[in-house]
């Protein structure tokens, strides 16, 4: 999956993944990018300094992704616009280390042997054992195909673009992939001059093809002296050299399922309404749908187990997860202009969230025939069945408001607070507040960089902020129930026992900011230059801390320590030549980042549990 990281990790334990913004729908930590058509992005940018993330206050801390995908504003009124992509790659192994060949492993084999003073187990002639690239016959050169058609257009009043989107990656490990289908559709509809409306609509479907081998485990763990086949035709399932069945990976392609399909929904309507001059109400409305369905099977039929007169019955499992949930988010704002030289716009709001999610799982052992692979778990073995299911959710209220203010577009000021509060969190720990500050000064605006031509543009820019992170999951403060069989009577009855302790006490980990940037734009604006430094400090780390055993369990959720990062980041843009046949810019990103641990609750260290 995908890992980004801004300015460093802020938590120990919990989720370090920025916040994602998607046309404005706020989608979490965890959103699966494959949902998205590559091909329907239009921008993508990164918020990671202490005012502009304060905004989205308790998630905030690792920094906002806002990924905006494209409308039909630019193409012009009139005709619709068609756009066709189509394209087909291969991918291939690159040049692999040098290997033993199947002489040197037999040489080597024996000599290991040797050492411990045990029988050679290849005591004949080379050519006389199978000689197997394990490899070559796991992997192969996969192929990528794509295929998106968009329409776009604009009028007037209104402006639209749909695509379409099909792709198909094969694995170059084999039984490994994934297939999308992706529709998009987007409108913006000017009602009239003072309303106006509009909807995004993504739909996915992905199936996820699991790999049924271990590239690095079966590639090159399997001796190349290992028969991929009986000598009647059969798979073959035992490893001589050690006495002990193997699994083989090409009996798992041709035996084995184990795939997954994701259907995703996501959409957003909006409404904007301007009373008067100056005034914008805007109210949004952004559900998303997630169901996931995972299947696997494994034959009864596998060489491994049939080798030791292992015949019990193949096994299967169907997991399924359905997550619903849904965003409001609801705005108004105020600019007006006093004076010739004062700008100010004031913005306030609130937003809620809610999202619940299913669970349910079968699992069942005793299969006794392969042909209805994990379609029919009812004929299997019912004392060997198992059932499961689950429930979660959480709630966010958040109320937000933000100034900004201008003195002759000269001196620039921003204030924002936040309040967030969580359904995750208990009584009287559920709220908190994030405030931040930032200005900035165009130094190229004042009087005495007129008569110079070097700078077009010199901005001096700092914020101070605090933003926040959850870090933990639904119903981590309760002490939570687990199932513990037990014996009555003579007899196993099912029960139930406290898995965890409670802690009504933990509350957010908060992150404070401080950033300070000078910005340059020079030689007309051929070369851009954009230098950083920040500061971060989060406390209240939320970590599983060992505790006495006498207390009934080993760990517990606290509220412990405190990190810190810091380091700095340039950017130099350049335009190096640039007319109507040819365009050549460059750029050049440096960055250094350094992170530390500050406290540990007192101690030198701790026994931190990771799930």
């Known amino acids: 999956g995908t890992a980004i990281r801004v300015r460093g990790g802020n938590s120990i334990t919990g989720s370090n993944e920025p916040l994602w913004v998607i046309d404005g729908i706020v989608v979490g930590t965890n959103f699966n990018l494959n949902n998205i058509n590559a091909n329907d992005i239009k921008s993508i940018e990164i918020l990671k300094d202490a005012s502009s993330i304060a905004i989205y206050g308790s998630r905030g801390a690792n920094g906002v992704v806002l990924l905006t995908t494209k409308s039909g504003r630019g193409t012009g009124t009139g005709r619709p616009e068609v756009s066709v992509n189509v394209f087909t790659s291969m991918q291939m192994l690159p040049e692999l280390p040098d290997r033993l060949s199947q002489a040197e492993q037999i040489a080597f084999t024996n000599e290991s042997a040797e050492f411990r003073s045990a029988a050679a187990p290849f005591p004949n002639d080379p050519s006389t054992y199978p000689d197997n690239d394990w490899v070559d016959l796991t992997t192969g050169p996969a192929p990528i195909y794509n295929a998106d058609v968009s329409i776009s257009g604009a009028s007037e009043n209104v402006n639209y673009y749909n695509s379409i989107n099909y792709f198909n990656q094969e694995g170059i490990v084999k039984s490994s992939g994934i297939e999308k289908f992706i529709f998009r559709s987007n409108l913006d509809l000017d009602l009239s001059d003072n309303l106006k409306t509009g909807f995004r609509i993504n739909y996915s479907r992905i199936k996820q093809d699991n790999a049924l081998t271990s590239f690095g485990g079966n590639a090159f763990g399997t001796l190349r002296t290992q028969p991929v086949y ?23 392609f041709e035996l084995n399922t184990n795939e997954t399909f994701t259907n995703n929904l996501l959409a957003t309507a909006f409404l904007e309404y301007k009373p008067a001059p100056g005034w914008i109400i805007r109210s949004t409305f952004s559900p998303e749908f997630n169901n996931t369905k995972r299947n696997r099977f494994n034959s009864s039929q596998l060489p491994g187990n049939l080798a030791i007169g292992v015949t019990d019955g193949g096994t299967a499992s169907v997991r399924t997860v359905a997550s619903v949930g849904w965003n409001n988010e609801n705005t108004i704002q105020y600019n007006t202009n006093f004076g010739e030289d004062h700008d100010l716009t004031i913005l306030g709001g609130a937003s809620f969230q809610k999202v619940s999610t299913e669970t349910t799982e079968a699992e069942a052992a005793g299969i006794t025939s392969d042909a209805t692979g994990f379609n029919s778990l009812g004929n299997s073995d019912p004392i060997r069945s198992v059932v499961s299911s689950g429930y979660s959710g959480f709630q966010i209220a958040s109320f937000f408001g933000r100034i900004n203010y201008d003195y002759k577009d000269k001196y620039l000021l921003t204030l924002v607070g936040r309040t967030d509060g969580s359904s995750v969190f208990a009584e009287g720990n559920k709220y908190e507040f994030y405030p931040s500050i930032a200005g900035a000064w165009k130094i190229s605006e004042e009087e005495f960089m007129q008569d110079q031509e070097v700078f077009r543009d010199l901005k001096l820019r700092a914020s101070w902020g605090k933003s926040g992170n959850q870090a933990i999951g639904p119903y981590r403060t309760l002490g939570v129930l687990t199932s513990a069989n037990t014996t009555l009577n003579g007899s ?27 910005e340059a734009s020079m030689f007309g604006g051929r070369l851009f230059t954009e230098f950083n430094y920040y500061q971060k400090e989060t406390n209240d780390l939320l970590l599983d801390v060992t505790i006495p055993r006498q207390t009934g369990f080993t760990s517990q959720l606290q509220n412990v320590g405190a990190l810190e990062n810091k ?6 843009n350049s335009t190096n030549i640039s007319n109507d046949n040819f365009n050549w810019n460059s750029t050049l990103t440096l960055s250094r980042n350094k992170n530390k641990i500050l406290d540990l609750g007192g101690q030198e260290f701790i026994d931190v549990v990771v799930d």
Do not use: C, H, K, M
């Not at 035709?233 to 193997?246: E, I, K, Q, R």
């Not at 029960?495 to 992150?511: D, F, H, I, K, V």
């Not at 380091?567 to 130099?572: A, H, K, S």
């Open 567 to 572: 380091g700095w980041e340039l950017l130099v």
């Open 230 to 252: 009986n000598d009647d035709g059969t798979y073959n399932g035992f490893n001589d050299v050690v006495g002990s069945p193997y699994n083989n990976p090409l009996a798992n």
């Open 492 to 518: 196993e009855v099912p029960g139930l026992t406290l898995g965890r302790p409670s802690n009504p006490s933990l509350q957010w980990e908060t992150t404070t900011s401080f950033d300070i940037a000078l």
